[in-house]
């Protein structure tokens, strides 16, 4: 191990003597560590999908050239004119169509808009990625690129540092979690199917989160506290091979956090999960067929989506937050974030809604995305 990663080690060690007792998987916090090397390995791979200790840690092992396992921040700032992505990656193009070429297994990207509209994107390859788990959070390292991240064992603090002045990154993003971490059918307790659609993996350790962005990027200042979440994917086969498209995305109205999927595999099946907080509690984390529809709105509102169809104008969503009261949104894109030909958009967006038909709730924040792949 290199001096910078004996420095990272050192980093997290008071997270694990400091953190609270957890309260969903009960586990000690002593840390595990697992590293991933750069080039994929031979012969099969295994993947979990079925809940037991350490929720943010890695899901898939090995890497092989046609699995993967991500890590995954942003957050959005309040006007929608200013958006950060992180995603750490142990996956090759094989598996994940959407990456550049490359025989690197372990690869961060980081792609950013600044108020003027002007957008920044990196990828920085690894020589190795090292990580580990302290209870429930995890913390990486990519060797020789300057970018890891380090989370509390509760996952209620996440830290992404990127010290890469060849690239024109230097700087840090900062989580400070206001709602439970979930999965898709339920809370973060063992046993919960992690499954959000066929042989596809989710666990969302921070749905909500004030962020602090402070980065200077390509010799500018970018700065700003905003809308923040972290989560992860992963699954032991080829993203195309189960994915026909998805609607993902996660925002703040009112008083609620709010994430939702609904999920289309190839062979038109529909799988969702819905998520709701309201002041640090959960109202609802369910896979339930009712507990979520997201559909397209405004231009281009075709469903099921189809790689050929533009992309929508915005989407509507409801979700069931139990005790029988719905929540119905209306998200409005304001700012692409990012677009993959037609295949892929990601997209800043405003919301409005209301509880059971009550008062409006305006001024909400989204970050949402979707692939269409059919």
Not at 66 to 76: E, G, I, M, N, P
Not at 162 to 188: D, Q
Not at 343 to 363: F, H, K, N, P, Q
């Amino acid at each position: 191990m290199g001096v910078f990663t004996l420095a990272w080690l050192v980093a997290i060690l008071p997270l694990a003597s400091a953190s609270r007792a957890l309260p969903a998987l009960k586990q000690s916090v002593s840390p595990t560590f697992k590293i991933i090397p750069s080039t994929a390995i031979a012969g099969p791979s295994t993947a979990r999908f079925v809940s037991g200790t350490e929720f943010d840690g890695p899901q898939v092992s090995p890497i092989n050239s046609t699995s993967w396992d991500w890590w995954y921040f942003d957050a959005v700032s309040p006007d929608l004119k200013t958006a950060l992505s992180i995603v750490f990656y142990n996956a090759l193009p094989s598996g994940f169509p959407f990456l550049a070429p490359s025989d690197t297994v372990t690869i961060a990207t980081l792609d950013c808009i600044f108020e003027n509209g002007t957008q920044f994107y990196a990828v920085l390859e690894a020589s190795e990625a090292i990580i580990t788990t302290v209870g429930d959070g995890s913390s990486g390292c990519f060797e020789g690129t300057g970018a890891s991240w380090i989370g509390a064992p509760d996952m209620t603090t996440y830290r992404v540092e990127i010290n890469s002045p060849k690239n024109g990154i230097v700087g840090t993003f900062e989580l400070r979690s206001l709602a439970p971490a979930h999965y898709p059918c339920g809370t973060a307790e063992a046993g919960q199917s992690m499954m959000v659609g066929p042989n596809i993996g989710w666990s969302n350790a921070v749905p909500d989160a004030v962020g602090t962005v402070d980065f200077k990027i390509a010799g500018s200042d970018f700065a700003w506290t905003g809308v923040g979440y972290h989560d992860k994917n992963w699954s032991d086969q080829p993203f195309a091979a189960n994915v026909g498209s998805w609607f993902w995305g996660h925002g703040r109205l009112g008083n609620y956090s709010i994430v939702w999927f609904d999920f289309l595999a190839l062979n038109g099946s529909e799988y969702v999960s819905g998520y709701a907080a309201r002041h640090g509690e959960i109202l609802t984390a369910s896979c339930r067929e009712d507990s979520v529809k997201v559909r397209p709105s405004g231009v281009n509102d075709e469903y099921p989506p189809v790689a050929s169809s533009g992309f929508p104008g915005g989407f509507n969503i409801t979700l069931h937050l139990g005790n029988e009261s719905t929540l119905t949104a209306r998200v409005h894109i304001k700012t692409v974030l990012q677009q993959s030909t037609t295949l892929y958009s990601r997209w800043a967006g405003s919301m409005e809604g209301s509880v059971d038909g009550g008062e409006v709730i305006s001024g909400g924040v989204a970050l949402l995305e979707e692939f269409k792949l059919v």
